[in-house]
């Protein structure tokens, strides 16, 4: 408190309150002493300090005549919650005090006290409130109550007559109300939010949204765009003040809603663009100054001192003189101002706002008594205005009004000016003067007319100051500004002669205690967070500087990590000694691997001293406290880097210079150079070892990580990790992606901390920005300057590696919107601490792996020439054309830096200068990677405008560094590039970057970017997307098998012609609405599926595909097919009404027979027994048969003959135009059924179906068959066969294995179109159906001879068409045998002889008929639902194994894996030939079994189940059908309408049994009541013997390949997928979709196995080849087969011979561990088997380690997500 002035005639009245210091309980003010007799007391009420709730006291009134009042407060002491000031008592004879002091009640925000009303004549008291210091959370005050009206809101504003009564806080509050910051004030500005990019921040200096002003305040500010600061506002939309905002006042408001961390990156940021910063921060909503010592931590400068020595320093901890500028008096005028003269004595430039700055008229209404500084830094040369730095202190405002800021000022001051603003020199204005006349360096007095104020009345008191201490005048009247300011400086240097020992600002903290003054620093957490970072640093004062990382840091700094980056990328490349295999060396770095972990695993289990201090300041529970910790670190750490570093860089650069010298002189001995070389490199080695930051500590923190992974027993050591990662990363710490110093990416620490990332940002879309460029060309700069980051700009270590930060980005800034920018920082190319070999290796790995990170990548160039584009240019467009290669799309944009060219022409120039240079660069880079035909110009491998992806940027500095602040152009060319970079047509999401990261960090240890580069998450994407159209179409698929089943039923149940034709169109339309609404509802679940599954950006390239071609597809598809269903049914039923016709004709020729038979046996008179009957029954039974046999019955189905003549006319009809050949070949008694009865076999003779003979090749006469044929050419033209003598006669046999070959390949294909034949359902042969099978055989082989110029003769082609048409004749003769047997009207009276016989019985014996009835029409209901149970029950067993089964049954892979397991387990050579030679009937195998063991094991459980689940609700609607039909009347209505309520489930005929009814004379007078009875307990029996016989030992459902449709086939058609097999391993194509090549997706899978399990062999020796092709792609061999014409081919170029294959390595850490035991344990027999010679030793792999857990265990790894 300072005495103000109370005007009063008698009376001038001190209140003078102390403040209790260092209280833990706030301390209220204490009147201490009243020292008057008559006096008048002001009421001096201070705010309790440290209050968590402050309430204020309120003076309400104060009432007395006379009176003068004295409020005497005390505290109420040990109180938890502070206690308000009570006026109490003052006892006196002449004064009687009222204070009553209210307390607002309740506030959850404080409110502010204000003096309402003090009523007395001659006093006038002031109330002078200060809020508490050190308040953890700042407490925001509101107006409550103002005078003369209610509560302000935020968008009244009061009147100018109100306004007049506001108090400073009053208006202040207003002020943050318009500007939007009352919310901010308390939850604080962070960093994100002035980084964030918002669509209203991009590319524009000003707004006329007040609300905005404090966002594109902070935005410009973190984007160095000084020149733009928006800190003015037209007053036209201010009404705040008439004349509009200051500057400095929104400034001040912005800058007190900030947290403690973005504060320090705005004052680092100012400083960087030579701006002032605050120093001394006053606050109007609580009166209380803040001492910005934190804030200005992150400050560290350089400059050249005394004598050219360089510096590097925290401003704050340099010990600088320190001159303070400061006002006396209200400024009267303009014409000079205090602050425009201080910028001329530092400088040039604006350092300080002033009257003359745009805004600078505006009226201030809140910044006074903010002290600002700036410091001058010299470069060193003679244009330097002081020889060392300086720092210069600004007052705002009147002086005599803030004596905090005067007492603090005087405490650092060296050196003070004064400047008196009025004429009349008042006494506070001389005591300012007397106070700083005491400074080391004296005080200076600047008049603006010395002689006109020395005529004022106080003018002798100054004039007596001025002499007694000495002080320096200077009069600014007709004085010139440069004038001015040289003599400031000229004084200056004077008093700083000699003058060398400075306090710092750091150390004025204690100082500023004692006065009052708040420090930053003094905040709980931050003390706290120290202290936590002092713990750290302490451990590294007990250690050597080089043996730090060793010893502190062991998993990273000693040699393990590097050791083991090491071994993980040799794992990756083929073994240096020749007798080791891939596998094998695979298995000996795996070994290593796993000893280095374990190494590291032993300082996991017990971490240094300084991990568990750096852990425990991570971890602390306050949320706040780790990242002032890691700042703190920081700070410690890179104070000790410009410690240790310089002596170490000198000591690097004397050695290099020694070696320098050595080379250069004669006659050196080459061990002395290399002794010196060894020094020097030494040196390098202990200056990587000393450096020492934060991200040292992360890597060890990365390591720790992994090694307790590797164990899973140790995994909860480090299971909050990577969250406390992503945590810093929120926080704006960067991520170290890539291990710069081991040149290798920690890759399971990485992808657990983007894994967690993920989780925290799911689904949001990111944009991917990487920039590339030499070392030290500004790059980590120029991302800063963009985007507002804080990458390491050299803090004088050695940092190495690529760095990842998160950038928000407002969704109205793109479209699509992305809702995140991922920027990637790297070290510069070309280190010189690095080898020319070790940089070559080193920067063409970074490059590629952040070039193929980006979305789009930023090329950084110092300079426009080529000469200066040839370090990078050319690894840069190496990475370029590998990314090409597989087919992603990149962009680049280039930067030239330094760049100051402004005319077009030129600039044109230079641009296409640049794109020559580009494509000279391309040329060469291509050839290097051997595609130079392919790549001619840079705009062939990238998109690349010359005009739109090149920027010329100017120099960062605007004049010469270190007070030159950034050149407003680069800044604005730098937002514009961000403008572009950001709007480019790109996003991308977490899970693809995460894949992107893991594949590329695999193709670069692989070197084998082409083949080896693929996104995984695609196919894991499309696998999940064919998986679940599987499922869809299995939906489907089921739906219409319940549609076949009734529409069969109702079909076959009508009883006319007419009613099978209406009922099939019925059926037809009901299946056509059955598929047009499951087409509408798969319409909405794969909308749903593309747009909430995990990775819908990636699935949305197969979207169209699926929506509009599979879906409709499979939709058209089964339509086709119901319709064919439909009018099959229709004619077949056709044709049964024909067959009835027959039957019924033969039934009632039976029955007249039988009663013929019955009047005959009773004629003789004898007495017949059953045998009797029996006897002479059997006897007549026989002849009817032979009667009905002769009969003209076989116009209904066509004979053998007719099929054989009919299929004879096809076959002319296709080849009439051979006939000449075919003639010859069917005379002689030669048939077609003779051509068909070795099944689909042709020998092929080289002379007759060869287009070229070979000559001197023999016939394969002396063969037996073509599969001796086919063995021997097998053997014959392996790959590695050596040949019969001559190119020429290799060429010949190569081409009849070709042939060979390729027949097995047709024939294969005819064999397909037989199984679908067989499915079909025939009445009677269908010569169009014939005709279109001969027609597409035979285009398949025309079609194949087309393509190969004519490889073979037309006789070859008659010949199969032949052998084709033999085997049709057959195949039509069996599938008409079965028909006739079903359908011939004698077999199916010959199977009722038994009931005819009961019915010959009965007649003789007259016995009732509805017994019998019932009993035989319960068996023809049961013969019904038997044939559903045949029809019905493989599909519902193959529904159920998938069902059940897991993913076995689901996913071809799953079902793969479970073979080849089962195939380990059973360990029979000649399954695994079976496999080899022919997967699909191995698969057929194998799931027959998979079928019976389900459904005959225990007892036939299963097979029961289901078996009841279709018996058991047929056999309930039977007996629902027999009680809802009346009773009572006869038994042919009954059984008509019977059959009419079942005819939708089960097909069967009333017709024998009405037949049979009617042959009875009593028949007319049957009732239905009692075969009603009759009919239900037959039904009952039949239904339990029916499910008895399916699980009877001998029946048909014991044997899977008896059943009709068998279950195994279903399953192995809806699992097939491709079934194409890799051309050079056998292995098979892993694609669910068996047409993905029209999708334009290749033929792929993950591994692949030994090429010697295709028979291959190597040329020279004929032994087996161990490798897999994707070995042998890293190798130079080559290979080759009929498909290559016998030519040799590198492997490498497989894809000049089968471009519809992708072969390689997708999982190159898993070997196919499976075949390598296969191989290693059947060796002998696949010597044999292969007809290859034995192996030699050296040939032979090791791999007797592997046993057959370690063979299941690498199935599981492999396929384990191929596809599920």
Wanted: aromatic share 10%; charged share 25%.
């Amino acid at each position: 408190p300072y005495v103000e002035e109370l005007k009063s005639e008698e009376v001038e009245i001190v209140a003078n309150c102390k403040h209790a210091e260092n209280m833990s309980t706030p301390s209220l003010p204490y009147v201490e002493e009243l020292k008057s007799e008559e006096v008048e007391i002001v009421a001096n009420c201070k705010h309790a300090e440290n209050m968590s709730t402050p309430s204020l006291p309120y003076v309400e009134e104060l009432k007395s005549e006379e009176v003068e009042i004295v409020a005497n407060c005390k505290h109420a002491e040990n109180m938890s919650t502070p206690s308000l000031p009570y006026v109490e008592e003052l006892k006196s004879e002449e004064v009687e005090i009222v204070a009553n002091c209210k307390h607002a009640e309740n506030m959850s925000t404080p409110s502010l006290p204000y003096v309402e009303e003090l009523k007395s004549e001659e006093v006038e008291i002031v109330a002078n409130c200060k809020h508490a210091e050190n308040m953890s959370t700042p407490s925001l005050p509101y107006v409550e109550e103002l005078v003369e009206s209610s509560a302000l809101s935020n968008s009244d504003l009061p009147s100018s007559s109100e306004s007049k009564t506001l108090t400073k806080m009053q208006k202040f509050e207003i002020f943050l109300t318009k500007l939007g910051l009352l919310e901010k004030y308390q939850k604080q500005f962070k960093i994100s939010d002035a980084i964030s990019v918002l669509p209203e921040l991009l590319n524009v200096s000003s707004t006329q949204d007040l609300q905005m002003l404090p966002y594109l305040i902070l935005h410009k500010i973190m984007m160095f765009d000084y020149q733009r600061l928006p800190m003015y506002c037209n007053p036209a939309i201010v009404e705040i003040n008439e004349s509009g905002i200051h500057p400095m006042d929104s400034f001040l408001a912005v800058f007190l809603c900030c947290d403690n961390f973005l504060r320090q990156d705005v004052l680092s940021r100012l400083s960087t663009c030579q701006l002032s910063i605050p120093l001394l921060l006053p606050n109007p909503l609580n009166d209380t100054v803040t001492l910005l010592i934190w804030a200005m931590r992150a400050i560290v400068r350089e400059w050249k001192g005394t004598f050219g020595s360089p510096k590097e320093c925290r401003i704050i901890d340099h010990g600088s003189p320190i001159v303070s500028f400061l006002r006396v008096g209200k400024s009267q005028s303009n014409s000079c101002s205090k602050s425009k003269i201080l910028n001329s004595v530092i400088g040039d430039q604006d350092y300080f706002f002033h009257w003359d700055c745009k805004g600078g008229s505006c009226s201030r209404d809140f910044v006074d008594g903010l002290v600002e500084l700036c410091c001058y830094f010299p470069c060193g040369n003679d244009s330097d205005t002081f020889n060392d730095a300086i720092s210069f202190l600004n007052l705002r405002g009147e002086a005599t009004s803030h004596p905090m800021q005067l007492q603090y000022m005087r405490h650092v001051s060296f050196m003070s000016f004064v400047m008196f603003s009025e004429y009349n020199i008042t006494m506070d204005a001389i005591k300012v003067v007397e106070d700083l006349a005491s400074t080391p360096g004296g005080t200076v007095l600047i008049f603006p007319d010395y002689e006109l104020t020395m005529k004022s009345t106080l003018a002798s008191n100054l004039l007596k100051v001025i002499q007694e201490n000495d002080l320096l005048k200077i009069s600014t009247k007709n004085v010139s500004s440069a004038d001015i300011q040289s003599k400031i400086q000229r004084l200056i240097k004077q008093k700083l002669e000699g003058n060398t020992n400075f306090m710092p600002l750091a150390k004025s903290i204690d100082a500023a205690h004692k006065i009052g003054i708040l420090v930053d620093e003094d905040h709980e957490e931050c003390l706290k967070g120290k202290q936590l970072a002092e713990d750290v640093v302490m451990q590294l004062e007990v250690v050597s500087s080089t043996e730090i990382k060793s010893k502190m840091l062991p998993m990273h700094g000693t040699d393990l990590w590097h050791e083991w980056a090491k071994l993980d990328k040799e794992s990756y490349h083929r073994p240096v000694k020749k007798n080791v295999t891939f596998d094998s060396h695979i298995q000996m770095m795996d070994q290593k691997k796993a000893k280095v972990r374990k190494s590291q695993l032993t300082h996991c289990l017990r971490l240094t001293p300084l991990m568990e201090s750096f852990l425990m300041g991570l971890k602390y529970s306050n949320a706040n406290v780790p990242i002032y910790f890691l700042h703190w670190l920081k700070i410690f750490l890179d104070d000790r880097s410009r410690k240790i570093l310089p002596y170490l860089k000198a000591e690097c650069k004397e050695a290099e210079m020694n070696v320098v010298k050595m080379k250069g002189q004669p006659n050196l001995k080459e061990r002395v150079l290399d002794d010196t070389r060894n020094i020097l490199k030494k040196r390098n080695d202990d200056m990587i070892k000393a450096s020492l930051g934060l991200e040292h500590f992360f890597r060890e923190l990365g390591q720790l990580y992994e090694a307790a992974n590797c164990h899973p027993q140790h995994k909860h050591l480090a299971e909050g990790y990577p969250q406390i990662a992503v945590d810093l990363l929120n926080n704006g710490y960067p991520i170290e992606l890539m291990d710069g110093d081991a040149s290798h990416v920690p890759m399971t620490w990485i992808l657990a901390v983007l894994n967690k990332l993920k989780e925290q940002y799911k689904g949001k879309r990111m944009f991917v920005i990487s920039v590339l460029g030499l070392q030290s060309t500004g790059k980590s700069t120029l991302l800063n300057t963009m985007f507002g980051l804080k990458f390491n700009v050299s803090a004088g270590r050695c940092t190495r590696g690529a760095f990842l930060q998160l950038v928000p980005v407002s969704s109205k800034v793109t479209k699509p919107a992305i809702d995140y920018l991922l920027i990637v920082d790297t070290e510069g190319l070309r280190a010189p601490e690095l080898t020319s070999v070790q940089s070559h290796k080193h920067d063409n790995e970074l490059a590629t792996f952040v070039i193929g990170l980006a979305d789009v990548t930023i090329i950084n160039i110092l300079g426009e020439t080529p000469g200066d584009l040839t370090d990078i240019l050319q690894t840069a467009v190496h990475a370029f054309i590998r990314m090409k290669e597989v087919d992603i799309d990149y962009s680049c944009h280039f930067v030239h830096q330094n760049v100051t060219a402004i005319n077009d022409d030129k600039l044109s120039a230079g641009k296409r200068s640049f794109q020559k240079y580009l494509d000279e660069m391309t040329y060469f880079a291509a050839k290097a990677e051997n595609c130079e035909g392919k790549y001619h110009s840079f705009q062939d491998v990238i998109k690349f405008n010359e005009e739109d992806d090149v920027t010329n940027f100017p120099g960062l500095w605007k004049g010469e560094p270190p007070m030159a602040p950034v050149n407003e152009g680069y800044t604005r060319r730098a937002q514009s590039l961000k403008q572009t970079l950001i709007t480019k047509n790109f996003n991308t999401t977490l899970a693809v970057f995460q894949e992107k990261v893991e594949r590329l960090w695999t193709a670069v240890c692989q070197e084998n970017y082409i083949f080896s580069f693929k996104n995984t998450l695609e196919v894991t994407a499309y696998n999940d997307l064919d998986a679940k159209f599987s499922a869809w179409s299995w939906e489907l698929h089921r739906k219409m098998v319940k549609w076949n089943h009734t529409t069969t039923n109702i079909v076959s149940n009508s009883l006319s012609a007419a009613s099978a034709i209406e009922k099939a169109t019925e059926c037809f339309m009901k299946a056509d609405k059955i598929l047009n609404e499951t087409h509408t509802a798969l319409q909405e679940k794969m909308k749903e599926f593309f747009d909430t599954h995990d990775h819908s950006e990636t699935l949305q390239q197969w979207r169209g595909r699926y929506e509009e071609i599979k879906l409709q597809e499979l939709i058209q598809d089964s339509r086709t097919e119901a319709r064919r269903y439909c009018e099959f049914l229709k004619v077949n039923q056709l044709d049964h009404f024909q067959l009835e016709k027959v039957k019924k004709t033969y039934r009632q020729q039976l029955l007249d027979n039988i009663t013929k038979l019955v009047e005959e046996s009773k004629s003789t008179g004898k007495e017949l027994s059953l045998q009797d009957l029996q006897t002479k029954f059997d006897e007549q039974w026989d002849s009817w048969m032979k009667e009905f046999h002769g009969n003209n019955r076989t116009s209904l189905y066509a004979t053998d003959k007719e099929i054989e003549v009919t299929v004879n006319d096809l076959l002319y009809e296709s080849c009439g135009r051979d006939s000449h050949i075919l003639n010859p070949k069917l005379k002689g008694g030669s048939s077609l059924k003779q051509w068909g009865r070795d099944g689909l076999r042709l020998d092929v003779d080289p002379k007759r179906h060869l287009a070229c003979t070979p000559e001197g090749l023999q016939t394969p006469s002396r063969f037996a068959n073509t599969s001796k044929f086919l063995r021997f050419t097998t053997a014959l033209f392996r790959p590695s066969y050596r040949g019969s003598g001559t190119r020429e006669e290799d060429h010949s046999l190569r081409e009849v294995k070709n042939a060979v070959e390729q027949t097995e390949e047709f024939f294969r294909q005819a064999r397909k179109m037989f199984q679908e034949c067989m499915k079909r359902q025939f009445r009677n042969f269908d010569r169009s159906y014939a005709a279109t099978l001969l027609s597409e055989f035979i285009a398949i082989i025309e079609s194949y001879n087309y393509k190969h110029k004519s490889m073979f003769t037309r006789e070859y082609v008659v010949d199969m068409a032949l052998t084709f048409a033999g085997c049709m004749v057959v195949k039509f003769i069996q599938l008409m045998q079965e028909v006739r047997q079903e359908h011939d009207p004698v077999v199916s009276l010959d199977k009722l002889k038994r009931s005819y016989f009961n019915t010959f019985v009965r007649h003789f014996n007259e016995i009732s008929v509805d017994e019998a009835a019932a009993r035989n029409f319960s068996r023809v209901l049961t013969i019904a639902v038997a044939g559903v149970l045949v029809k019905v029950l493989p599909d519902e067993v193959a529904h159920v194994m998938k069902s059940t089964g897991g993913e076995t049954y689901k996913v071809k892979n799953a079902f793969k894996l479970k073979v080849l397991q089962d195939l380990a387990n059973e360990n029979n050579f000649d399954s695994y030939a079976l496999y080899l030679e022919d997967s699909r009937s191995s698969f057929e195998e194998w799931a027959k079994k998979y079928v019976e063991n389900f459904c005959l094991a225990n007892n036939k459980a299963n097979l029961e189940q289901i078996a009841k689940s279709i018996i058991h609700p047929l056999f309930t609607a039977i007996k629902h059908a027999v009680g809802v039909v009346a009773e009572g009347i006869n038994i042919e209505l009954w059984l008509k309408t019977f059959h009419d309520k079942l005819s939708d489930r089960l097909v069967f005929s009333v017709n024998e049994i009405l037949d049979f009814i009617e042959a009875d004379p009593k028949h007319s007078k049957s009732s239905s009541k009692f075969f009603i009875e009759e009919l239900n307990k037959s039904l009952v029996l039949d239904e339990t013997e029916l499910i008895e016989e399916v699980v009877a030992p001998d029946s048909m459902f014991s044997y899977v390949t008896s059943w009709k449709n068998s279950p195994h086939i279903i399953l192995c058609d809806s699992l097939a997928g491709c079934t194409e097999q890799c051309p050079l391993c056998g292995e098979h194509c892993e694609i669910t979709d068996a047409n993905h090549i029209t999708a334009g997706k290749n033929h792929h899978l993950d591994i692949h196995r030994p090429q010697c399990l295709k028979k291959f062999r190597w040329h020279k020796s004929k032994e087996l080849v161990f490798e897999s092709c994707t070995e042998s792609f890293d190798s130079r061999s080559r290979f080759r087969n009929s498909d290559t014409n016998c030519e040799w081919i590198p492997y490498k170029e497989y894809q000049s011979i089968y471009p519809k294959w992708t072969i390689k390595n997708d999982k190159p850490s898993i070997l196919p561990k499976y075949w390598h035991w296969f191989v290693y344990n059947n060796l002998n027999k696949i010597i044999v088997w292969a007809k290859a010679a034995p192996s030699s030793r050296d040939r032979c792999p090791n791999w007797s380690c592997l046993r057959k857990s370690d063979a299941l265990a690498s199935l599981y790894e492999i396929y384990k997500a191929s596809s599920y």
